[in-house]
């Protein structure tokens, strides 16, 4: 994953943590194509950006009560499922 900064600007503490978890999530998700268990055709970083946000996105919502705990563990599971082609 590629990170570029403005000149001069100085990294957000928010933009720092989304790079960490990111970084990690998309680690994970190599390492699952080194052992056959994700398609090698996803394009890690990718798909930790779409993870993290879908993660940070649910968490407001359902803070206030617009979505289920049930809810929430499903749509996270739908798109784990969906990166490693669980059936």
């Known amino acids: 994953m590629t990170v570029t900064w ?3 600007a100085e990294p957000t503490w ?3 943590v989304m790079d960490l978890h990111t970084v990690f999530f998309a680690e994970q998700i190599r ?3 080194q052992n056959g268990e994700a398609p090698a ?3 890690p970083e990718r798909e930790a950006v779409i ?3 879908i993660t940070q996105g649910l968490v407001n ?3 206030i009560g617009h979505y289920t705990e049930e809810a929430v563990v499903e749509a996270g599971d739908r798109h784990l499922n969906r990166i490693f082609r669980v059936r």
């Open 6 to 8: 403005t000149a001069g």
């Open 14 to 16: 928010t933009s720092r």
């Open 31 to 33: 390492r699952a194509q």
């Open 41 to 43: 055709d996803l394009d």
């Open 51 to 53: 993870l993290f946000a």
């Open 61 to 63: 919502p359902t803070l």
